[in-house]
């Protein structure tokens, strides 16, 4: 038998976690160090919760257009409403009992999960603190692979209270349904609980620092949504810069940059996300980290110390969990000797989940505007299918890019309800580089909101190509 692989993985989200799997099924003696809990923050403060939260959210709205489906759900005062207490218990029980299920899947595959907060001494070696105090334990390692994550963003101006100001990790606290939120921030994050309190009945002011929400979304998509956030009751401030957030007993005053104020009960800061690499050891063990603090990485994991590797938000490549359990994937592969291909960001989907969700893969209108790809597009609303005229679906689209004269889809934007799931078959078709008479040929359901992924694929055929 040949001689084992020392891993040792700093961080037990997305990115350290689906690492450690690999790496024990390849056959090497695994330990993760984890100071918050197995799952990490995807699973115990950000995605799971945020999209558990959401899930009440969408029941909601669609207990509140039922009418149109000729459904009495009643008035006003006797109309469904949010028990922001059970739901919060609930998004809590679901994520705690995620990381018990990460956490038993680790253990019965064999790797050591210790509690405690690691830190580099050099590239080879982890020293663990027990959170609560204790010994430190050191680690031999022959790879590290550090998957700490990030943390919100909060400014000087903007201090976070736990009650009133809050950070996304801190809504699920709250007892009562705010008055009025005032969520500061509309890119992904800002925009998915702008929707979600909006459908859970909250008076919702979103501040965007930009002309429109969602500004790194394709602006179509970013647009839809802007209507019917609008519409229903939203009030959007764009170009509105956020100078400082204040508390003043049970209120909360925005100030704008322009100096105006926005007064509202809760305020939600949703300002982007820091790395987590300070204090690290890292630089000392050669780590390079950007000016911003991200670990710099290359496609298959490798920082500039050998032997360690980085994975996930530390990282800042794509915040999202696929790539950061991908990156951790990708970094053992590699190290371990399996075959690996280097991460492609121009395969990876992604979804906004506000209502209606906004799915993207590949390359983007942004990128096709700004000349850095040459395609033939079409965009095709939702309206027009028969399912969702059924369902009283009206908002969305489904949009593909395919590369002229081969007809290859490199990227595709669906707009509407569920739109993470129609995406799939987008993403395989951009995966697999399947041609758009390819996807088109494929039978779909009749009815389905699916039958116009088919049909847009079917609108970019050439007649004679
Ligand atoms: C509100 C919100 C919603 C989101 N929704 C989605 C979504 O729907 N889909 C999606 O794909 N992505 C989503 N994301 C992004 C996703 O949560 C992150 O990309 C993902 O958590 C990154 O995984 P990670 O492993 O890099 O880090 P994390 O999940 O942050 O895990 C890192 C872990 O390491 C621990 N740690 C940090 N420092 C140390 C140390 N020194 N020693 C030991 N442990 C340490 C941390 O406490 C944490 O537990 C969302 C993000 C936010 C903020």
């Not at 031999?140 to 700490?148: Q, R, S, Y």
């Not at 965007?208 to 802007?226: F, I």
């Not at 401030?237 to 100078?243: A, C, D, H, I, Y």
Request: glycine share 12%; aromatic share 4%; charged share 20%.
């Amino acid at each position: 038998m040949g001689r084992v692989n020392h891993v040792v993985v700093v961080g037990g989200g997305p990115g350290g976690y689906e690492a450690a799997l690999v790496a024990a099924q390849l056959g090497a003696d695994v330990t993760v160090v984890d100071s918050d809990g197995l799952g990490g923050s995807a699973v115990l403060t950000d995605c799971v919760p945020s999209k558990t939260l959401i899930a009440t959210a969408e029941l909601m709205a669609e207990i509140g257009e039922a009418g149109e489906l000729g459904i009495r759900v009643g008035d006003a005062a006797d109309g469904p409403s949010a028990d922001l207490n059970r739901v919060n218990a609930r998004v809590k029980d679901l994520a705690l009992a995620q990381s018990s299920d990460i956490e038993g899947r680790l253990t019965r595959e064999g790797v050591r999960v210790l509690r405690g907060r690691g830190r580099l001494d050099g590239p080879q070696r982890v020293v663990s603190t027990p959170a609560g105090g204790g010994a430190e334990e050191t680690l031999e390692a022959d790879a590290v692979l550090v998957a700490t994550g990030a943390a919100p963003r909060t400014l000087e101006t903007a201090q976070p209270d736990g009650e009133r100001i809050l950070t996304w990790e801190q809504v699920y606290d709250l007892d009562e349904v705010p008055e009025h939120l005032v969520v500061v921030g509309s890119g992904v994050t800002g925009a998915e609980f702008a929707s979600a309190y909006n459908a859970l009945g909250v008076d919702v002011t979103l501040v965007s620092s930009r002309d429109r929400v969602l500004p790194g979304e394709d602006a179509d998509a970013a647009e839809v949504l802007e209507d019917v956030f609008k519409r229903r009751g939203m009030t959007v401030l764009g170009k509105s810069r956020m100078q400082s957030v204040v508390r003043d007993g049970d209120s909360v005053t925005v100030t704008l940059t322009d100096g105006r104020a926005v007064v509202g009960s809760h305020c939600l800061l949703a300002l982007g996300s820091v790395p987590k690499t300070v204090g690290m050891g890292l630089e000392e063990a050669g780590v390079v980290l950007s000016d911003a603090g991200f670990v710099e990485v290359d496609r298959v994991s490798r920082t500039s110390a050998r032997g360690v590797y980085a994975a996930g938000d530390c990282t800042g490549v794509l915040m999202l969990a696929s790539v950061a359990a991908m990156q951790g994937r990708i970094a053992m592969w590699h190290y371990l000797g399996d075959a690996v291909a280097p991460l492609d960001l121009r395969k990876v989907s992604s979804n906004v989940f506000t209502a209606p969700e906004i799915a993207t893969v590949g390359w983007t209108q942004n990128q096709v505007d700004s000349g850095a790809v040459d395609v033939e597009s079409i965009t095709l609303p939702l309206a027009g299918n028969a399912r969702a005229k059924m369902q009283g679906v009206r908002d969305g689209f489904v949009k593909l890019f395919a590369r002229p004269g081969t007809g290859i889809l490199v990227g595709g934007v669906v707009v509407g309800p569920r739109a993470s799931e129609l995406i799939h078959s987008v993403s395989i078709a951009v995966a697999e580089s399947l041609t758009a008479d390819q996807l088109a040929h494929a039978f779909t359901v009749y009815p389905s909101m699916s039958g116009s992924v088919a049909e847009a694929a079917r609108r970019l055929h050439r007649f004679g190509s």
